[in-house]
């Protein structure tokens, strides 16, 4: 059975639970796995609207809090379900975002159709059209091949293949960033000279700590600046460096060299998980995992690398 992934435009709550208690219910009787993952107020009128019996209810505001992180999330609930299949309603969290962040929460609605698209699995994604940006809504419409809107229920015209989706992704953050690196003038800079990168390490840590990450925070940014120069060192041209600073509450990591390096064997490396340690794209995969934030710009002026990271 294929994946189902639905956008769902609602209006207010009363329409909410028109059409996702039927949803839910439907799931429940065909023995699949069901969960909502919606934000309140839609929590509490689900659980007073349909019991616990058989649903399992999880508040929004916790489970997306990091695109890949949710992302491998739902693939944990998809694998413990089996043989069962799953049926969601998954509403995001768009409010708190900037502009990076929200790019990267619409790259991971296109990522869910290749993810699992050979999965036993429905998806039903609501989207507030009350109170959620224009492009948000927009973007809801080239993400899911089937909608569910006011006068319409069925296949969506404006769906656009994720490979494709992610290249317009990809130019959209480019178009964001200058043609130099943006970088403040107070940057901090470490050659990246050998493949012994103890010194980098302990650079990175220092200024971790200093800028008040606790020691798990710490640890999994030095891990994921780690493996970016690594990666930079076996496919990238020297000189290779890498650049720190504060910007805000982020503390920000960019390995930079001037190779034109793109990861391979397509634009979807590195985002969608990998099946193991030997595929490519792991590298990449994992630093998305222990960065709150990863881009990646390609040019003829070189390849950069920039990781955020947050107390």
């Not at 224009?134 to 091949?145: C, Q």
Request: glycine share 8%.
């Amino acid at each position: 059975m294929a994946l189902e992934h639905r956008a769902f435009l609602y209006r207010g709550t009363d329409d909410f639970l028109s059409v996702s208690v039927p949803y839910l219910r439907a799931g429940l009787e065909r023995g699949q796995n069901v969960v909502a993952v919606v934000r309140e107020p839609h929590l509490s009128a689900l659980r007073d609207t349909l019991g616990d019996a058989g649903v399992g209810y999880v508040d929004s505001a916790d489970f997306y809090q990091h695109p890949v992180r949710t992302l491998r999330d739902y693939q944990a609930i998809v694998k413990q379900s089996a043989p069962r299949g799953v049926c969601a309603l998954a509403e995001p969290i768009w409010e708190g975002w900037d502009e990076r962040q929200t790019l990267e929460w619409i790259r991971y609605e296109s990522l869910i159709n290749v993810v699992f698209k050979d999965a036993d699995a429905s998806a039903l994604c609501p989207y507030d059209t009350e109170s959620l940006p224009p492009r948000v809504l927009a973007e809801a419409r080239r993400t899911h091949p089937l909608l569910v809107a006011p006068g319409h229920e069925g296949a969506n015209d404006e769906y656009i293949d994720p490979v494709a989706f992610g290249s317009d992704c990809d130019r959209d953050l480019r178009s964001r960033r200058s043609p130099r690196p943006d970088r403040p003038g107070e940057a901090e800079y470490l050659p990246i000279d050998g493949a012994d990168l103890h010194r980098l390490r302990s650079f990175v840590s220092v200024r971790a700590r200093a800028h008040g990450l606790r020691e798990q925070a710490e640890q999994n940014l030095v891990t994921a600046v780690n493996e970016v120069a690594a990666n930079a060192l076996q496919h990238g041209t020297p000189p290779i460096g890498l650049w720190m600073w504060r910007d805000g509450p982020d503390l920000v990591c960019e390995v930079g060299d001037h190779g034109f390096w793109r990861p391979g064997p397509g634009p979807l490396t590195g985002f969608v998980p990998p099946e193991t340690a030997l595929q490519s794209g792991f590298g990449l995969w994992t630093v998305r995992l222990l960065v709150d934030l990863m881009e990646l710009r390609a040019g003829w002026d070189g390849t950069f690398v920039r990781l955020r990271k947050r107390p």
